[in-house]
């Protein structure tokens, strides 16, 4: 059975589970997509500040005899798996000698120790100094991360995890009409007396969503899972929590409604301001994990192709394969001759053409290049593509003013 809190929703406080006080910052960079995403969550509620930090939550010295820099990694859950897959395909294999310890390594980085920890944990213990660095989904982040602005999204968008989290209310009764958060927070239902019952495991977000919203009379109650069974078994109206597929909504008879993305969220990497600036070795390695990742996450969706063209030069070859549109190269086709030897001497028949093409391209960039008398096409998997530079590096260095 799920743990239930309740708590109230006035019109001056948030509650949040970890804060000691109403008076929060949440800060949200701008939304992915954008050039300057590489500090950007993305944020449906893209608005920027609540009030002002709390002084109790004013941030832990960091430790000045820890030289080993951390990371934390989520222990268990559909995250766990996905972040050591993504930094496996990024030869950075995390090495864990025992599966019931804590702790772990990568043996490309000697000076970097690895902590597994619950999502929440990784962004609690980041703000306290005992992490340097995380991997955890925005909606963790977003959640938790309000003690104080310690934290810094270094990269956004690390392509897994994908959810929303979202406000829910039943298909039928009261709600069959209601099809907008607008339409909600008009209800006539909802009084001092009787308020909205919203069920959620994300205090701080949900009733910060809901106060935006107009809604006056709420209940906030806070469980741990299965969210979705509360509406139907009638101790709750509505739910806030992540929706990826839809499917357990739609098994539990729930709608989402018009205006009710509270924030959009897959798994990002997280670092502390503090020990970027301090702690030895921290920017070193963040540069480095962030170049990996970027430059593998922007090969993921690219192949590499490799065909054997007849032509009298390089140049014909060229013209031929410069009028696809499937082919365009990162800066254009490599062409290069196949020497073979003919009746003793060194020949050309036949031009090598190299080119990096969409995944979602490559059967369309087959058949064209077998229309221009393409063959033996080779193609590859990349693993990397490191551009001149890593775009969100030079955003963080921006962001620390470095
Ligand atoms: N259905 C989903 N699809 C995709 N990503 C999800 C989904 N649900 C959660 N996530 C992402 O994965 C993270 C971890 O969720 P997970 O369910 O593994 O742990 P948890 O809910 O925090 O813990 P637990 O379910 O064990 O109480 C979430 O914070 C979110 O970023
Ligand atoms: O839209 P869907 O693809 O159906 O996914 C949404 C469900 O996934 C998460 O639950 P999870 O599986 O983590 O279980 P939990 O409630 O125990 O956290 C989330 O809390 C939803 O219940
Ligand atoms: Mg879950």
Redesign the pocket.
Known sequence: MSTMLAARLDSTAIPSPQLPSPSIRLRFSPPAGSRSRSLAPRAAASATAVATKPAAAAAAPLSADRTVVRIGLPSK??MAEQTLSLLKSCQLSVRQLNPRQYTADIPLIPNLEVWFQRPKDIVRKLQSGDLDLGIVGFDTVSEYGQVNDDLVVVHDALDFGQ?RLSLAVPKGGIFENIHSVEDMAKMPEWTEEQPLRVVT?FGYLGAKFLKENGFKHVRLLSA?????SFPPMGMADAIV???????????NNLKEIEGGVVLESQATLVASRRSLHKRNGVLEITHELLERLEAHLRASTELMVTANMRGNSAEDVAERVLSLTSICGLQGPTISPVYCRRDGKVAVEYYAMNAVVPQKLLYKAIQQLRSIGGSGVLVTKLTYIFDEETLRWRDLLTELGL
């Open positions: 859950g559909r959810c495991g741990d899972g299965a969210l979705e929590d992540l929706v990826s597929s839809g499917t357990t909504l739609r098994e």
